[in-house]
């Protein structure tokens, strides 16, 4: 039984859906055989703090194939992780806040809803930094630590997420992005993360409704499973009004077609970051692999000036639309971190707005002019490697202070105010043996050709084949 349910864990997604789809397998051997490694591995990692073990059982044993053999969007009774941000009917959703600790959920937001219609089982809620963060940790569950080295931090905030699927819990996991919040941790745990242009899929009720800043999207250990979970995800949800449903080929499909590149631009630092010279290094030979597939390679980018100081603006303001009520109730119980980010958007002048926005449009104009003759545009995905777990946040970056708690990730945060849909892939590991990830940014609802230029990026690199890993325990040693 123990090597079956090795086989399982080390199926891809792909593969895994393939075989419940002819019910090789049943969604009950699966969700026995993730809960079976959770038990065995996620004590050390802390990736899935909330299990929601009977209640995917009960899922499982009561599938319903005939519901899901016509839709070839169907994930057919996989398990999958839901990030703690996100709501799971019957499950608790606490943001990693002691206020909500106790906040049992009654039913599935959009996001959760799209893939439950899809076939997905949540199996277990994964870890989340208390509201918002670049490192995943809190007062409700604790610390999530890297599986490539349980010393490291695991990124956040879909650090849990990522963990999970770097360690081998689950196949698939939901992921949500602001200023990085998929891409960095997918980039420091060797997995893959899309950040969709926004609307693609549809987000719960929790965030303002005109919102294009947050975006959800899926995280995987490859990228076929990315595109698999894709088009689960993507679909119009009535609590959304920026939601669409996908027209065309399937992302699945689509990767059977093969795109010719033609030119790439490459950056390490986007001309406005401080980057850590081993990053930069690994990250540059990203650059080659590009121009061993064929494209051409320039350093053209777009300008990027006055970007993060928009981004720092319209997140503030984001955060005090959000949480200034959450304040006011009970200040004593939220992160310094998170209270400073609220208080920012409170003092936040008009004339501050207006110039973010006014960044904002300029830099889409620019990005426009830069798709007319460039495929795709390449930078790190994240500045720095994984930093030690003890550590709240990044304070330096190669001797440059850091001067907000979340500077540290500026390279995230800067493609963010793009709109443009990015994907983050590993290529390559420090000298410690940590991954390196990433950044790909293709064009505006381009994600299609996006997932086909990342497939032949990891197949070059190979990485993928790495996952899963078994969590090391040594480290800490």
């Not at 050390?44 to 969007?73: G, M, W």
């Not at 998929?182 to 009720?205: D, K, Q």
């Not at 849909?421 to 940590?434: L, N, Y």
């Not at 230029?453 to 996952?467: D, H, P, R, T, Y």
């Amino acid at each position: 039984m123990k090597e079956l349910i090795n086989e399982y864990i080390k199926m891809t997604a792909t593969e895994a859906v393939a075989r419940l789809r002819s019910r090789e397998i049943s969604p009950l051997d699966l969700v026995e055989a993730s809960i079976q490694r959770i038990e065995a591995v996620d004590s050390k990692v802390n990736a899935l703090p909330i299990h929601c073990f009977e209640q995917a059982r009960s899922q499982a044993k009561s599938f319903d194939y005939t519901a899901h053999s016509d839709n070839p969007k169907s994930l057919c009774g996989l398990p999958i992780a839901i990030k703690d941000y996100n709501d799971l009917g019957g499950a608790l959703t606490t943001y990693g806040s002691p206020i909500f600790s106790k906040n049992v959920v009654k039913k599935s937001d959009a996001t959760v809803r799209q893939l439950e219609t899809n076939g997905a089982i949540g199996i277990a809620k994964s870890n989340v930094p208390e509201w918002a963060g670049g490192h995943t940790f809190n007062p409700v569950n604790g610390i999530t630590r890297n599986p490539w080295d349980l010393r490291k931090s695991a990124g956040g905030s879909s650090g849990g997420s990522s963990a999970a699927l770097a360690s081998g819990s689950v196949w698939l996991a939901t992921g949500n992005d602001l200023g990085g919040s998929l891409r960095t941790p997918a980039a420091f745990n060797g997995i893959v993360g899309l950040r969709p242009g926004p609307g693609r899929v549809p987000r719960g009720t929790r965030l303002p409704s005109m919102d294009t800043l947050w975006v959800e999207g899926p995280m995987a250990r490859n990228i076929d499973d990315l595109a698999l979970m894709l088009d689960a995800s993507v679909g119009h949800q009535i609590d959304d009004p920026l939601s669409f449903d996908h027209s065309g080929p399937s992302f699945v499909e689509s990767m059977q077609e093969k795109d010719v590149l033609k030119r790439v631009a490459f950056s390490p630092d986007l001309s406005i970051v401080s980057i850590e010279k081993e990053i930069a290094q690994v990250c540059g030979g990203a650059a080659s692999v590009f121009a061993d597939l064929g494209a051409d390679v320039t350093d053209d980018i777009p300008d990027f000036s006055g970007v993060l100081e928009a981004f720092q603006t319209l997140r503030a303001v984001l955060f005090a639309t959000l949480m200034e009520p959450i304040l006011k109730q009970h200040r004593q119980q939220i992160a310094p971190e998170i209270i400073g980010n609220i208080e920012r958007g409170l003092n936040i002048r008009p004339e501050q707005i207006f110039t973010a926005e006014r960044v904002r449009i300029e830099l889409y104009k620019k990005v426009m002019a830069f798709f007319k003759t460039h495929d795709f545009l390449i930078c790190p995905a994240a500045s720095i490697a994984p930093f030690p777990v003890e550590q709240r946040y990044v304070k330096e970056i190669d001797g440059k202070l850091c001067e907000t708690y979340i500077d540290w990730f500026s390279i995230t945060f800067a493609l963010t105010m793009t709109a443009c849909p990015t994907i983050s892939i590993p290529c390559g590991f420090t000298a410690e043996g940590m991954p390196v990830g990433v950044q790909i940014m293709g064009k505006p609802r381009g994600e299609a050709s996006l997932l086909r230029i990342a497939k032949q990026f990891e197949e070059a690199v190979g990485i993928s084949m790495q996952l899963p890993i078994t969590p090391r325990e040594r480290s800490l040693n």
